[in-house]
């Protein structure tokens, strides 16, 4: 069953009902204002830090679900509806939702008037524009009232969900020429403040929430907008909202639209009064003169839709195969985009108040984000580098705001540093960009004490070296990539955190995991080194990598697949010998990528165990079996119940290991096959099932222990993004940035017999026509002339180049 479908032209998403199975949404903006938009018009936006610099409050938890966001309200003869359906819920005669790249049209139409509502947040500009668009469908003459409306929240968004004591006699709002300013706390250590104007002249506005919904009301049941006329309250303390209300008459098939401005603003510290307590304005006034017009409002839209064509383009296919080239051309990169911008803080399933950035989260984001705008990828590497501590390890998190790491989590995460050299080595391979290695970078952001990000490297390589275990593998520390596997902590207090409590000390708990990523990340390292002309830095990593290969034959392999880790007794984790999570999917695609046991069949006997005991036609589980109880020698991983999350769930962050794996030992159909159970557009058919957004990843769908196996949770803000979009373009379609040049490396099933990419970089493009009947190992011609290998060397920047691969 379907809710919607995908209009690749427009590059949108149409949701055709506003009854989804859960609220569906997009975000707005990508560089520092940013917002989110359900289906029906519920979310809210922010200003850089969802926490800190909150503009509109969103309830998570609420009931209604999703109650509350920006809302327009139609008056038409007294009856009362919005075009997004919410809050009043009227049926309406044609609903539809369009998200776009970085905007939402929300169309709804009733008693012969239609309403549409474009949202964006324009490219650079640090403001929402809500263009509404009022048509006249009947043949008789209307004068009805629209009513904006939202509600603002008092900045710190975790203050404004709990300290009311204060928060309800503080608000404050001025209203000059139409325009709603919210000032909280600018009298005193604010310089900061909100606008929400519109670009007609009004014929009434609220700034009160009660006076607008009336006391004890809820959203669908406000007051003014039933009534018809706004009341001209001034908020005082309690609940400042902003409101307009605009009187329009429109004849037989006339339309008009109306843009709405929600903007933030900051002034000089020493220049911030107009009078004694008259907040200045001078910015706010330009901002909306920027969007007086429907002409000029037009052009930023245009703006928008061209910054989006020229940041898709540096990777396209076209290959036939609709389903796989919107995931590729459009949804996936948009959503690398996302992940890249939020982390892991805002969402529907995040709240914006909690994590800050995770040093593995964001280094892997990089992966797919880096194609699409290096510039930004390069701070972001110096950011996260710049948390690091002189031993290699490094901050599990830092705050976007302040960029220092989080004390309260600290470090230990064995897995952390190696995902740098993972994430830099991915920024250097599409930029050619060496120079970053020499870039001075602090270790735990203190200045004084700065080396080279070639040392950094230096320092994430050799952390699990000097912190491995009896076996010679590393040791894990708190956790690894699984956040969830925790075998120092033995917590038996509830509410206690699984990563941070009790960590024993002494112990010996290895990871197979973090083995498997230092054979397969190290090399990065050692290439690095050996470019620098170090050879003998990068033949001391080889050779390490090497002995670790060999550690991980002789201790990982479990005699069908590899384990995942030894406890803290030294007792095998993920082995035949344990009753329950006998075999996990993290190390068997890390060791496979990293080579190990791939000459000697061990990877293929791997590979065919994940087949038996961990895939499903919704995807492949993390372990099998689930566990059935806590355990407390494992950790979080045991507390969720059968089929969820870590416990069994089918994690899509790590699916795309087994699919590059698959691709590593050669079996295209396969690859093919596990990466179409996942991916959003082939599920769409199944959207009851799956029930969350059918365009972009989820974190987790349940897995086959779960009582709801098949349905997804955490939409958006997850690393299934980036590792998607590398499996599918770098390792299916096989088009991979390199040193010295393209690889071109397909592995993808026969059914995609014939596909073009375009792949543009370090300002050449290369056109690269494959022709394709499964299994790896392509021939390719380089501007027709016969190559051997698989590497097509980068051209002069302007260059276009003619590629074809026949596998
Ligand atoms: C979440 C975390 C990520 C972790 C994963 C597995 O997605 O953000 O850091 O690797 O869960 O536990
Ligand atoms: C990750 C995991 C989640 C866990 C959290 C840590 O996000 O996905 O299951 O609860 O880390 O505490």
Redesign the pocket.
């Known amino acids: 069953m379907q809710f919607g479908h995908f209009d690749d032209e427009a590059r949108e998403y149409v949701i055709t009902t506003p009854h989804t199975p859960y609220p569906w949404i997009n975000y707005l903006g990508s560089q520092d204002f940013f917002g989110l938009v359900s289906n029906t018009g519920g979310g809210y936006c922010f200003y850089r830090d969802a926490k800190l610099r909150r503009l509109t409050r969103y309830r998570y938890n609420n009931v209604p679900v999703d109650d509350g966001g920006r809302y327009f309200s139609i008056n038409d003869g007294g009856d009362v509806w919005s075009p997004g359906y919410r809050p009043y819920k009227s049926e309406l005669d044609f609903y539809e939702a369009r998200h776009g790249m970085g905007y939402t049209r929300i169309t709804g139409a009733r008693g012969g008037l239609k309403a549409s509502v474009l949202l964006f947040v324009p490219v650079d500009v640090n403001a929402e524009i809500h263009q509404v668009t009022l048509t006249n469908e009947s043949d008789a003459a209307k004068s009805v009232n629209l009513f904006s409306f939202l509600e603002f929240a008092l900045w710190n968004a975790e203050d404004d969900q709990t300290n009311y004591q204060r928060n309800l006699s503080i608000g404050e709002v001025e209203v000059e020429d139409g325009a709603i300013y919210h000032v909280t706390e600018y009298r005193e250590r604010r310089d900061h403040y909100a606008v929400y104007g519109v670009n007609a002249p009004i014929a009434g506005f609220d700034t009160d929430r009660d006076a607008f919904l009336g006391f004890g009301n809820g959203f669908d049941e406000a007051a003014v907008p039933h009534a018809g006329q706004a009341t001209g309250s001034m908020a005082s303390g309690w609940y400042p909202i902003a409101s307009h209300q605009l009187d329009v008459d429109l004849a037989p098939g006339e339309s008009t639209s109306f843009t709405f401005t929600l903007g933030y603003l900051e002034n000089p510290r020493d220049a911030k009064w107009e009078a004694p307590g008259v907040v200045r304005k001078d910015g706010a006034k330009e901002l909306l003169a920027r969007f007086a017009t429907e002409e000029q409002t037009a052009a930023e839209f245009a703006r928008l839709n061209d910054h989006w064509s020229t940041l898709l383009g540096s990777y396209t296919v076209e290959s036939g195969h609709e389903k796989l080239d919107r995931m590729v051309n459009i949804w996936n990169q948009y959503q690398c985009m996302v992940t890249y911008n939020m982390s892991r803080s805002a969402s529907y399933f995040e709240t914006g108040m909690g994590r800050g950035m995770g040093f593995r989260d964001s280094s892997q984001d990089l992966l797919g984000f880096v194609h699409l705008v290096p510039e930004r990828a390069r701070e972001r590497i110096i950011d996260i580098a710049s948390t690091q501590f002189e031993d290699g390890s490094a901050y599990h998190q830092y705050q976007p705001l302040t960029k220092r790491g989080n004390h309260t989590l600290g470090s230990g995460f064995n897995d952390d540093p190696l995902w740098l050299i993972l994430g830099v080595s991915a920024y250097i391979k599409e930029t050619g960009d060496f120079g970053i290695l020499d870039e001075m970078v602090p270790f735990d952001n203190d200045e004084s004490k700065a080396a080279t990000l070639m040392e950094h490297l230096k320092r994430s390589f050799d952390h699990p070296l000097l912190k491995a275990g009896p076996h010679g593998l590393p040791l894990i520390g708190r956790a690894d990539w699984n956040?969830?596997l925790n075998l120092n902590c033995f917590s038996t207090e509830p509410g206690e955190s699984?990563?941070t409590t009790g960590n024993k000390t002494g112990g010996v708990a290895e990871s197979v995991f973090i083995a498997g990523m230092f054979c397969a990340i190290g090399p990065d390292y050692a290439a690095l080194a050996r470019r620098r002309g170090d050879d003998a830095e990068a033949d001391r990593a080889e050779k390490a990598i090497a002995d670790m290969r060999d550690a991980v034959v002789e201790h990982g392999w479990d005699g069908a697949w590899f384990k995942r880790a030894y406890d803290y007794y030294g007792n095998p984790v993920g082995s035949d010998a344990n009753a329950e999570g006998k075999i996990w999917i993290e190390p068997q695609g890390f060791c496979i990528m990293g080579g190990i046991g791939v000459e000697d069949g061990k990877a293929v006997q791997a590979l065919d165990s994940v087949r038996e005991r961990l895939n499903t036609p919704h995807g492949i589980v993390l372990l099998n079996p689930a566990f059935t109880e806590y355990k407390v020698e494992l950790g979080?991983v045991s507390t969720y119940p059968p089929g969820y999350?870590?416990n069994a769930g089918i994690f899509c962050h790590n699916n795309p290991w087994i699919i590059i794996a698959e691709t590593v030992v050669g079996r295209a159909e396969l690859a093919w096959e596990y990466w179409k159970q996942i991916a959003p557009a082939y599920r769409e058919e199944q959207s009851e099932v799956h029930r969350l957004e059918p365009y972009v990843y989820a974190?987790m769908i349940a897995g086959k222990d779960a009582v709801r196996h098949g349905e997804a949770k955490n939409s958006w803000l997850t690393g299934t993004a980036s590792w998607n979009f590398v499996t599918v373009s770098q390792y299916l379609l096989g088009v991979r940035a390199d040193y010295d040049g393209l690889v071109v490396d397909p592995c993808i099933g026969a059914e995609v017999s014939e596909y073009t990419v375009r792949r543009q970089i370090r300002g050449a493009t290369y056109v690269i026509h494959v022709t394709n009947t499964g299994g790896k190992g392509a021939s390719l011609t380089v501007d027709g002339t016969p190559i051997d290998g698989t590497l097509v060397p980068y051209a002069a920047p302007g260059a276009v180049v003619e590629v074809t691969a026949t596998v």
Do not use: G, L, S, T
């Open positions: 956040d969830c699984f990563q979080e999350k870590e974190q």
